[in-house]
């Protein structure tokens, strides 16, 4: 991201830490758990696991994203999936 912009991801960095009031990595899971629910609300994709959703969304491990998505949204992947 900060190659595309031109600039240097400590720059970047801090941008997002001032602008955003979060830091980087918690801005761009949050763009992840968004990506997820858009797929997950979406019947063609019923057939995806877990796991594919996770690697889809850029997810470095399923325990990762499981977490994360927890922390977000309150309750686990699974349970989103089955009440959408």
């Known amino acids: 991201m900060a190659l595309m ?13 001032e602008e955003m009031q979060t830091n980087f990595c918690d801005w761009v899971n949050g ?11 979406n019947p063609e994709y019923d057939n995806l696991s877990m796991l594919q959703i996770a690697e889809m969304s850029g997810f470095s491990s399923l325990s990762a994203f499981y977490r994360v998505f927890k922390a977000k949204e309150g309750i686990a992947p699974g349970e989103y999936r089955e009440h959408k």
Not at 8 to 15: A, C, D, F, Q
């Open 5 to 17: 912009a031109g600039t240097n991801r400590t720059y970047i960095s801090r941008i997002v830490n």
């Open 31 to 41: 763009f992840r758990i968004e990506y997820v629910k858009g797929i997950m609300k």
